[in-house]
C-alpha cells in the first residue's frame, strides 16, 4: 500500500463508513471493547489536569492503558495517545506536556518501544503509519522533535543517544517518481531500511535525519544538518546535505 492509499484509507476510517463510534475505537482507540473504550475516554478526561494532581491521577490510572508500562513512568498534561495497546514503555519514562504518540498499525502488536529512563521534551511527536519506532535506553529526545516511520521503514534509536530540540528524523516517505502519468502520491514509497541513530550519538538542534540515515556509534550532527545516508562511527558532520567536518579522535 503507498502512502497516498493509506491516507485515503484513514479518510474513509474517520468520515465513513460503520457507526461514528466504531470509527472512533478504530482510528483512536484502537480495540472493539466497549470496556477498553471507556476507560480510554476516562483517561482521556484526565489528560488536562494541571500540577500534582493531574500528575498523580495519571500515574494511578494510565499505565493500563498500554501494551506495557514499566515502573515510575510519569506522565504530563495534555499528552495525545492513539492505540495505546500498541505503545510498550519501559521503566522511569518521563513523558513530557503536549507529546504525541501515535502507534496505529494494521498488523503489528508492538509499534513504539520505549527504553528505560528515556526522556520525551515538550511537543515531542511519534508517529507510525504501518511502520515502527524504537527507542534503547536512557535516550533524551529535545522540545518539538518528530519522529515518523511509515511502511515498514522502521527508526531505531539506540542506547544513551541525545536529540535536540526540532530534531527531524523519518523512516519511508521516498516516493516512487517514475512516471509523469501518476501524481506522485499514488506511485508508493521505496522499500528501505529506514533510519537508525547509533549508540551515543549527539544530534544538534534542528538535524534532520532522512530515510536512509544511518548515525554510527558516538558520531555528531551539527546544528541543522541535513543526513541522507551512512556516517561513520566517531565522525561529525554538518551542513545540507551533511558532509564529514572533522572527527572525535581529533578533538
Known sequence: MNDRSDALKTQRSVTQG????????AVLV????LLRTLYYEWCCWLS????AVGLALRKAFWPRLFGQCGKGVMFGAHIILRHPRRIHLGNHVVISEGVLLDARH????TVIRIGDDVILANNTMISCKEGSVTIGQRVGIGAYTIIQSAQHCPVFIEDDAI???????????NYHTDSFDRPISQQGIRKSTGCRVGAGVWLGANVSLL????MGEGSIAAAGAVVTGAVAAGAIVGGVPARPIGHRSET
Open 211 to 214: 530515510d536512509g540515515a544511518d
Open 18 to 25: 460503520a457507526s461514528g463510534l466504531k470509527r472512533y475505537q
Open 163 to 173: 536529540l535536540g530540540p526540532r530534531a527531524y528524523l523519518v523512516g519511508g516517505g
Open 48 to 51: 488536562p489536569i494541571p500540577g
Open 30 to 33: 484502537g480495540s472493539s471493547s
Open 106 to 109: 494494521s498488523e503489528s502488536d
